[in-house]
Each structure stands twice: as C-alpha cells, then as structure tokens.
C-alpha cells in the first residue's frame, strides 16, 4: 500500500526535477583561481575617518609572481552617485579621467590621501547644501550597518579600476542631542580585522601554513586539505583586529542599538581546487571559517590567500605558499 | 430591391379607340395624344369621289394589343422611350401598312412596327360601311419599377457557445408586432415598415434584450442571435445554470475594441490547465509574460497599470503569484473580456487595458456541487437555489504542489523555482425577489505565499526571500431592469489588500509591507432615449488607506526602467521607513451611443470627471524630535472619451477610439525616503482605429491599430543630489503604438479558435532630457493560435501555439570589482538595447467526459511544451559578469486533472 501511495510522487518528483534541470544555468565562473595578476583588496589604514583626515591606501595583488610589483594608482571619486545608478559608485568614476570625478592621489604600492571637508555631505548623511530658497538635498542613506563611505579607486595597468572605500564618521546628523551624545561616548573607529593563524589539516593534525615568502607546506598531489582561517574574539565594546562589536544608530527605533561585526572569508589560489570562495562562521559568536581544498595532479608552488572582510571596510589578509610533491 | 421589370404601355391617339388593360403589359394609357395626332376622320380621303364629304361613322377599335417585347439593348439607359406610327387599317380591319413618323431609336421603332402589324381591330366605317382608314398611334415603351416587394425580418435565436437553437423566445417589434420562435430558434416578420426597427427579445429565461435593426424597402434581412444557454433544459454536457444573455449580432458592447471569451470555450484552451482566466494572456494586444510571473502586459502598458475588476469590483491581480491559477475559480467564471485602451467612462483609474470579469449566475434548478482535482491544486464549487428567491454559489481551492514536491525533493529545489502556495475563496448570495430586480452578496478571499533560500555559507550569494499577497473583498450589487430598457446598478463595496516581501540579499535587507483597506462604489444607470440614443450616467468612487512599511535599498525591488541586469545584487546603502498614504477619486460620469443614420453610424462620447486626492502622513522624512508633517494634494480631472463605429454593411464595421486616462500613484511610491509624497497624478491617452469583417456570426476578421500617450510617470530622479523627499519624480514619458489582428472562429459546430497577432512598439523616456528607450517589457511580435474541437461521444482536445518576441535587456559592456564588499559589478551598455531570444511554444490538451449515474466527470491531459523546446526566459550571469547563459523555460509538462460535477 505504502509503495503504490509513494509512486505518484516520485513521478512528480522526477518530473519538476527535470524542470529545475532546464531552469537553472550551469556557470563555471571560478573566483578564486587568481591565473593572471589580481587586485583582491584596498586596505585603508585607518578603516574609518573623519573629514578632513588623512588615510593610507594600499592594496593586496595576487599573482605578480616572485619579485614583480605593477604600480597602483590611487583615486579618491569626487561624484556622488544619482539615486537612478543601482551599482555602488557613479559609473563616470570608472573611466572619466577628470579631476572633477577623479582626485588622483598617486601611483605606488601605497599612498595617502586627505579626506575632503565635505565628504559626508557627498557622501554621508549630511545633505547637501541647497541654493537659497531650495529645498535640502538628499542625505546618502547608510549600509546596513550604519555606514558612509568615501569611494577610492584603485587601478593595476591594463587591468581596469577595482573599487574600494573609506569608512567615514560622519556622526548622527538625523538624531537629538541625548542620541549624539551617547553616540559619541561609545562610538570606536573601526579597526582593521586580522588573520591571527591560517592552518591546514595534513594527515589529521592542524598544521600552521607558513609565510607565502617562508617555509612552504607539502601537499601531496589530488589531496584534499581541510584549510581553517581564524582571528581572535573580541570583548564588548572594544575595538579590535577580530569581529568589533559596535553601536549603529537605528532609525526606525530611533536609538542606538549593539552590533557584532560580520566576518568572512575569501579564498584565492594560484592551482587546485577551493570548495568555497567565499565563507561565513556558521555561527556568529566563531572566530574562524573552514573551507576545502584539493591540491592540483602537478607537483610544484601553489600560492593561497586569505582575505578577511569585517562588512564596515575593514580588511585583512593572509598569503602562504604550499608545495604539492 | 427587385430588378425593375420592362413593360411596353400603349395608347391610341384617337379618342374612341380605348385602351385594353393587359396583364402582362401593365401599362397605363396614354391620356394624351401625341403631338400631331390625328383627330377623328384624319387620315380620311377628302378627295373620295362622291362629292358628299363622307362621315366617320364608327371610329376603329383595337381588340388585339400585341405586346412589344423592352429591347434589351435599351434596359441598361433604364429609360423608356415612344415610337408614333402610321396605320392603315383596312376594311377587315387588319393592319394594312404601318410607317413611323416620329422615331425614338431603331431598336424601339423596330419592335413598335413589328408588334403593330399583329394587332387586329374592328374596322372603321364611314357613312356606315366598313372602311379603310388611316391613325396615328403612339407607342410607349415604359421601364417601371415592379411593385415593392414585402419587408421581411428573418432569424434565427441560438445558445451561444453549443449553437444550439433556443425555442419560445418572444420577439418583439416597436409596433407591437411579435413573433415567437420555433423548435429551430427561427422567427419572422414579413411586411415591415422599412427603417429602423426596435426589437425586444424576451423570454423565461432572459433578461428583456433590446437592439436595433435598419431594413431597406423590399429587403429580406436575415439575423441571428446567440444568448447564453443557461437555465433552459441544458444540452447533453452542458450545465444546467443561468447565463447572461450575449447578443453577437449585432454587438451591443460599449467598448470599440474589445476581446470577450465566455468561460465554456475558454476552458478548453490548451495550455491553461482549464483555467478560464488565463486566456487573458492569449488575448490580441496582450504581451507573453515571462514564465513564473502572471504579468498582464496589454498594448506597452506596465502590468500594474491595467485595472482587473470581478463583477465591477477591482482586485489587486487576476492571477496567484507565479501566474500558476486565476483567482476565481473557473467553475465561477461566466466570461472574461479585455479591453486594451479607450474604454467607456465607466472606468478609469489606469493607464492601461480593463480585465472584466463576470461571474456566473448561481443556478435555479437544482445544487450543483463539484470537485476538481489536479497537479496545481484541488477545489470544491457549489451552485445552486436555497429557497424559490435565494441562490448560493462558492468555492474553495488550495494548491498543492508545493507540498507534494516538499515530500518528494530532495534537496533544494526551492532555490531555483520557488512553488509559490495558494489558496481562494468565494461566496455569492443571491436573493431575486422578481426577474427584473436582485441583489446579491458577493466574497473574495485570495491568499498568496512564497519562500526561497538561496546560498548556504556564502554571506554574500545569501538570499531569502518570503512573500505573502492576499486580497478580500466584500461587495453587494443590487440590479433592477424596470422593463422599459433602462437598467440600474449599484455596487457598494469594501477590500483589503496586503502584501508582504520580507527578505535579504547579501546581507542586505529587502523588506514592503503594505496593507491597504479599500472602500468603493459602483453606480450606473442606463436607459434609450427614444429610439437612437442610449444614456448612461453612473458614479464610480474608490477609496484607499494603505500602511506601508519599508526596508532596504532604493533599487529593490526594482523598478522598470532600472538598468540593471537578473540576479544583480541590490546596492549595500539602506534606509528605513513607515508611513501612511490615503488615496482616492469620486467620478461622476457620463456614457452616450447616439445611433445614426439608421443605426449605421454609432457614435459613443463620453466624460468622466474625477477629482483624485493624495493624502500622506510624513512629506519629509522622519526626524529625531521633529514633528511629522503631512501632505496633501488634489486636482480635478477632465477625461473625456469618444468612440465611433460605422457600419457600412452588415458585414463590415469601421471603429475609432479616444480616451484619456488617469492613474494615482501607488502608496508604496509616496515614501518620503523611497519616494515622492508629492507625486501626482500620471496620465494616458488611447487612440485607435479599427475595421471589423463579421462573416456569420461565428466567423470574424478583426484588425485595430492603436496609438497610446502617456505622461507624469513615476521615475528614479536622476540628479546626483536630489532633493529630499524626491527619489522619484513624475517626469517620465511612454508611447506605444502597433497593430493587433484577430480571426476568430466562435464555438459552433463543436470547435472555435483563433489567431491573435500583435506588432507594437512600446517606449518609455526617464525624463525630459532623458532618450526614448524601449519598454522593459516590449514584444515586438506576439502570436497566438488556438484551436479546439469537441469530437462528440465526450472526447475534445485542443491546441494552442505561441510565438513572441523576447524582452528587450540591457547588455553588460564590462565589468568591476568592488573590493570594500568582494563583489563585481556590471558596466551596462545602452538601456534595453539587446532582447532575449524568441520565443515558441505549443501545447496540447485532451478531454474526455463521462456521464455517470446523472453526473458528469471529465478528465483532462494538458501538455505544455510538447516539443521540449528549450526557450530562453532570462540571462543569468556568473559572478564576476564574464559568462552568461540563459535560463531556460519549463520543459514538456503535462498536468493531468480531473472535474466531476454532481
């Protein structure tokens, strides 16, 4: 009986199985294999400014091989996206070479760069000033976790330009006295997160992976390696290099509410095979993410990188070097 | 008009030769002698020896007339014409000789000479003897027109849908006359007053019905009339219920253009899985929506731009979400009509097409409950009396895919194609005290919900989504048809819409809520004015308070227009916020056919004037300690409407159309974070112009071209730094113009179908200085042919082809990495400058109905896409925007569903 019952619905099955098959595309875009040189990530340093600050910019390029060192050149975008552009930045910033949407601030591994007096009204929560009699400009609205960002553009020759950004504080232009106040008592800069270990699991013991320029880890060839990126825990309200915690200004309660930063991490490598690119704590409170890799057939150097995103501009990375043998 | 018949007439110049009426001649004598005609005596020799002048005694007269044949080669001057002879009459009284003295052509001189020495008279006689004699005799040849043949009005009253003739139907004519029509629906009037006439049809089962025929002198007009079969003694399979009667010929709609489907043919549409509903997307004029979507797309306009009303009473959508079911059950269904662009004043609110749908009357006779059953869903209807004045008809249906697939997936499924879940109710009371007055109760419930989950420990692929739409209604309609033509309705009506999308994508919350309490009134009275104009006035209000909440970026949910590409994630920059929007028009209005010249010429104006108002609790957005400050705004609007139709012949008609249209905006665009709380109104013009070839009745030629105008739309500002509370601004344009074609073969003879083909061209300008675009949903070509055939013995099938032009895209020209949240970016090319490829697709349907111990249970096979063929439905791309395939549409897919009806 139970057998004739189950029938009907396997057919079912099969058929709207079939139908996901014809509905769904196959892409094979691989994100982590870096074959070419790559600009993975802008380190701002510090992550979060204020108006009028200066910030260092430099940037994680993958795949230059040994030695080599293409010159970055560094732009802050001066134009403010229109509300009609879903992308992240005004699409002029990404060709236009004028110095009206492109304030150039060098060429090199790393540079500096003054954030200008207006910045969070271009970009931040500060409207814009109106002519006379007009009513105010919009404000820019915040990401998701309450924040402003001034866009940077960083370009490898021939490469195009990859886009970054500067966390600002801008304060709480929307809300009262009491809120500004508290605001600014528990408020931290945010701080850059860190790769404290990264480490392979090789013939079941958790091995530390040495530096890309150190020692080299062997790999056997077609291997799978469990690979473990971590950092540390953070107390409350304290700014640190692992997930911060942090006061975001909610506008809709119109008070402040307690946020943890979300980190994950992305992984690059030269050959092999990654399971995942891109890799989140299944559970908030870890400090550390987990991903496979399968070591390539040939023998010979494969390059790994780990960069770690803390979602407000934060940045950290990590690069080793494994020997498949 | 008879054939004029040629007659010869004759006189006699002599006042005592007499003419003799003739039957075959019919002709009138000449009263006059001809100029030069001889006296009495003339012709006498006065030289006769003698010497005694000799006396006419006794003049001669003629017994034998020999009529002469109209020359054949004169008929076409259509004149006639007079020949003057000479004849000597001898003393026996035969023609002796005969000359012409006054000639017309040679042609009549010859048949007046040949038919003059035929004649035979009494001879004359002078000094009392028998004489030789000489006259002047005047034929006339006459061309006359045969006596007016009798007026005849003849036809024939048949059930629409099963061609079935409908005996003891009483016709009746303005004078009184009436006819009552026989076992085979045929009736006639001979002897009709030419002109225009009136007729009534009447009967048991009908709602009085009033139209207007023209009839030339001496013409025989044949008619026929298709009404509903509904409460007489039903056919062999059809259902015992009461329909509303249909005149088809001639038309008396109000609407120029119009395409109306009545649920019996509607039902057996392959690839509809019996739903009378979707026929909408089958329908000239309307777009192919995209598999999954349910959008209504008719003639360029946004799908939330054409206005769905059941019963007179406007509902949010006309499909589930996913477009799986309509949201009345079928069974319910009486018929369906679409109206692209320029309707009546009766309606407005929108800038695109009308979806009317009317419900079934509930049965008289008897309970009728039945139960369905298919892949999609199941349901239950009933219909039927609970006392002599109170009728009930209902519905429950719930889908049950989702389930079924729930326990037979693994895996996640739901990722790629979410099944939405449904369920819908209805309930109808009817209570008719008299057959020319009721009132009823009407309920609609409508319940949507989806969910999806896509991405696992990738934070930013992350994507969940879950929807809930729903709407309810609750609506009386009082009707009363005093019998004198005049008709009155009211519609007091109360609704509540919400829909909820609750979601994130990347971390990135995507979050409308809306609930909107509705309040309307539909009120309409129409009545001849004499026996040309038909007046119409009514009153149409509607009313709505919506909460709105709602999180996220302003790019999603997207809006038409964005240049953005499928799967692209929003923009990471949030916002948040809660307001209320009040929103509402009371129009008053005016409808007119004016019948002119005979019945030929119809001309339909019209005005609507209707002051709409905006009413939003927040113009700014919120602040800390700021007080919220609202806003209102009114104007009053002129929207007139004209439409014509001409009638050259019974067969052809020619159609323009005017209208002017205009639409609030929505609640969820007066936002003053993600909106505008100042937006006005948006406004549309339609014009169209059509000609239509109706061959019997049954068989049809339909071709309309369309032009539509509009202006205020609703867009994204495009400044880089807009003003507050201006995200979007009423500055964008549309148009759109092409051609719809319609064959169409109504059910007769067991089989309809037809052929709908649609070129049109839609476009949409952001902004003044902004370049026209195309339309986001703009099809070039749209095609549509269905054919059905009822085999008898209970077996039907059907098939049904599709081919439209893909939705234009916006290309990716390249592509950049955004390394602040490890994502890449698109660089878009031109806005909907690329199209996706063509689509086809053919579907089959087969049916078989058994009766069974007095009920009927059919069961059916629907087919869609019985050739597999992969069509391309979207663009999906990879990550980083470097590869691109397209996903394609669903597969063969039968559905096999059952119906028993008890």
Redesign the interface.
């Given at each position: 009986m139970n057998h004739r019952r189950s029938r009907p619905l396997a057919v079912v099955g099969s058929l709207v199985a079939s139908l996901a098959a014809a509905c769904v595309p196959e892409l094979e875009t691989d994100l982590s294999r870096i074959d070419q040189p790559t600009l993975l990530a802008i380190v701002a340093e510090p992550p979060e400014v204020e108006e009028g600050d200066t910030v260092a910019l430099s940037a994680l390029v993958a795949g230059l091989g040994e030695g080599s060192a293409d010159p970055i050149t560094y732009s802050f975008c001066r134009a403010r996206k229109p509300l009609s552009e879903l992308g992240p930045v005004d699409p002029a910033c990404l060709v236009s070479t004028s110095a009206d949407v492109i304030d150039v601030l060098g060429t090199g591994p790393a540079v500096t760069g003054l954030i200008e007096r207006e910045a969070c009204s271009a970009f931040g929560p500060r409207r814009p000033v109106s002519a006379p009699g007009q009513p105010a400009g919009r404000a820019v609205d915040a990401d998701p976790t309450g924040g402003f960002y001034q866009p940077v553009l960083a370009e490898l020759p021939g490469r195009g330009r990859v886009l970054g950004g500067v966390r600002l504080n801008c304060g709480l232009p929307g809300a009262n006295r009491d809120q500004v106040v508290l605001y600014n008592e528990r408020h931290r800069p945010n701080v850059n997160p860190r790769l404290e270990r990264v480490e392979a699991q090789l013939d079941g013991a958790w091995i530390e992976l040495g530096a890309a320029t150190g020692a080299t880890n062997p790999v056997g060839p077609g291997t799978e390696v469990l690979l473990r990126a971590g950092w540390i825990d953070c107390a409350q309200d304290t700014a640190c290099t692992g997930a911060e915690t942090y006061v975001r200004f909610d506008p809709e309660l119109g008070r402040l509410t307690d946020e943890t930063e979300s980190l994950f991490v992305t992984w690059y490598a030269t050959a092999g095979e990654l399971e995942s690119h891109r890799v989140a704590p299944t559970d908030p409170g870890l400090s550390s993410v987990e991903n496979r890799w399968i070591a390539p057939d040939e023998a010979g150097p494969v390059e790994l990188w780990a960069v770690l995103r803390d979602g407000r501009g934060g940045v950290g990375f990590a690069a080793h070097r494994l020997q498949v043998r | 008009m008879l054939p004029h018949r040629p007659s010869s007439s004759w006189s006699l110049a002599l006042a005592s030769v007499l003419c003799t009426s003739f039957a075959a001649a019919q002709a009138a004598p000449s009263p006059e002698a001809p100029p030069g005609s001889a006296a009495p005596g003339a012709g006498v020799d006065p030289s006769a020896p003698g010497g005694a002048r000799p006396q006419l005694t006794k003049p001669p007269k003629l017994l034998q007339f020999v009529e002469a044949p109209f020359p054949e080669s004169e008929k076409a001057a259509g004149a006639g014409a007079s020949v003057v002879v000479e004849i000597l009459i001898s003393e026996l009284g035969l023609v002796s000789d005969v000359r012409v003295i006054q000639t017309a052509s040679p042609t009549f001189d010859a048949a007046a000479l040949e038919a003059v020495r035929a004649f035979v008279f009494e001879p004359a006689e002078i000094d009392g003897k028998p004489a030789a004699i000489k006259i002047q005799y005047r034929y006339d040849f006459v061309l006359e027109q045969a006596p007016s043949a009798p007026t005849v009005l003849r036809g024939e009253v048949l059930q629409r849908g099963t061609g079935q003739p409908m005996a003891g139907v009483v016709v009746r004519l303005a004078s009184g006359e009436q006819a009552i029509t026989d076992a085979a629906g045929r009736f006639v009037f001979e002897g009709v007053a030419p002109g225009k006439q009136t007729l009534t049809l009447s009967g048991a089962e009908l709602s009085a019905l009033q139209t207007e025929e023209t009839l030339a002198e001496g013409e025989t007009l044949e008619v026929r009339y298709q009404v509903e079969p509904i409460q007489q003694a039903a056919p062999d399979d059809a259902p015992a219920d009461d329909l509303e009667i249909v005149v088809l010929a001639p038309k008396l709609t109000r609407q120029v253009v119009a395409t109306r489907m009545e649920a019996e043919s509607a039902r057996k549409v392959a690839g509809t899985q019996g739903d009378v509903l979707k026929i909408v997307e089958n329908m000239p004029g309307v777009a192919r929506a995209a598999v999954g979507s349910g959008d209504v797309v008719v003639w360029g306009a946004a799908p939330e731009d054409t206005r769905v009303y059941v019963d007179g009473v406007r509902v949010p959508a006309l499909y589930h979400y996913g477009g799986l079911r309509s949201v009345v059950h079928s069974d319910l269904v009486q018929s369906v009509e679409l109206v692209p662009g320029a309707y009546g004043p009766a309606h407005g609110r929108g800038l695109g097409g009308l979806v009317s749908v009317d419900t079934r009357d509930p049965a008289d006779d008897r309970l009728h409950p039945s139960v369905q059953l298919d892949?999609l869903d199941a349901s239950l209807a009933v219909s039927g009396p609970l006392s002599d004045h109170v009728r009930v008809s209902g519905s429950l249906r719930r889908s049950h895919l989702h389930d079924?697939?729930s326990?037979?997936?693994e895996g996640d499924?739901e990722e790629?194609?979410p099944i939405p879940r449904y369920h819908d109710a209805s309930l109808r009371l009817r209570y008719e005290p008299q057959q020319s007055e009721w009132v009823e109760a009407h309920g609609l419930l409508s319940r949507d919900s989806v969910t999806r989950s896509i991405g696992g420990?990738?934070?930013?692929?992350r994507r969940t989504e879950k929807r809930e739409i729903g709407f309810d209604r609750v609506f009386m309609r009082y009707r009363r048809e005093p019998g004198d033509g005049s008709r009155i309705t009211v519609v007091p009506w109360l609704g509540r819409d919400e829909n909820r999308l609750v979601g994130a994508f990347g971390?990135?919350?995507v979050e409308l809520e809306l609930d909107a309490a509705l309040y309307g009134l539909r009120a309409s009275w129409t009545a001849p004015l004499g026996a040309a104009v038909v007046l119409g006035a009514g009153f149409d209000l509607e009313l709505v308070r919506a909460s709105v909440r709602r999180?996220g970026?302003?790019?999603a949910p997207?809006r038409e227009g964005?240049?953005?590409v499928f799967g692209?994630p929003?923009?990471?920059?949030?916002?948040?916020d809660?307001w209320r929007a009040s929103t509402g028009s009371a129009a008053p209005y005016l409808d007119t056919d004016i019948a002119l010249f005979g019945g030929l010429l119809h001309v339909l104006p019209g005005i609507r004037l209707e002051p709409f108002f905006t009413a939003v609790n927040r113009r700014r957005?919120?602040?800390?300690?700021t007080a919220d400050i609202g806003a209102f705004s009114a104007e009053l609007s002129i929207q007139p409407r004209l439409a014509l139709r001409w009638s050259p012949s019974s067969v052809l008609s020619l159609k323009a159309a005017y209208g002017q249209n205009e639409q609030l905006p929505r609640p969820e665009d007066l936002s003053a974070v993600f909106g505008n709380p100042l937006l006005g109104t948006s406004r549309a013009a339609h014009y169209l112009a059509g000609a239509e070839l109706d061959f019997s009745g049954a068989l049809a030629v339909e071709a309309t071209l369309f032009y539509s105008r509009s202006e205020d739309l609703a867009?994204?500002?495009?400044?880089?730094?807009?003003?507050?509370?201006?995200?979007l601004l009423g500055i964008g344009d549309g148009r759109a113009y092409g051609m719809q074609l319609l064959l169409r073969r109504d059910l007769a003879d067991g089989w309809f179908g037809w052929l709908a083909y649609t070129l049109q061209k839609s476009e949409r300008k952001?902004g003044p200085a902004a370049p026209w675009r195309l339309f986001d949903f703009d099809q070039t070509h749209v095609l549509t042919a269905l054919l059905s055939y009822d085999f008898g013995a209970g077996f039907g099938a059907g098939t049904r082809l599709r081919v439209a032009s893909g939705y234009p895209r916006t290309p990716v020209v390249?592509t950049?990495?955004?390394?602040?949240?490890?994502q890449f970016?698109?660089?878009l090319g031109a806005k909907n400058t690329s199209r996706l490829p063509i689509f086809w697709q053919v579907d089959l349907r087969g049916s078989k109905r058994w009766d069974i111990g007095g009920t009927k249970l059919e069961a059916y096979l629907d087919i869609q896409n019985v050739t597999n063929r992969?069509n391309s439905?979207e663009l999906?791309?990879?990550?980083?925007y470097?590869?691109?395939?397209?996903?394609?549409?669903?597969?063969i897919?039968?559905v096999l569903g059952a119906t028993w009806e008890f």
């Open positions: - | 892949l079924a697939l326990g037979a997936i499924l790629y194609f420990a990738d934070p930013l692929a971390g990135t919350p999180e970026s302003v790019s997207p964005d240049a953005r692209q929003p923009a990471d920059q949030v916002n948040v809660e957005p919120a602040e800390s300690d867009v994204r500002n495009p400044l880089p730094s807009p003003r507050v509370a201006q995200t952001d390249g950049y990495y955004d390394a602040r949240r490890d970016e698109p660089v992969r439905e999906a791309y990879g990550p980083d470097s590869e691109a395939r397209y996903i394609r549409g669903l597969p897919l039968p």
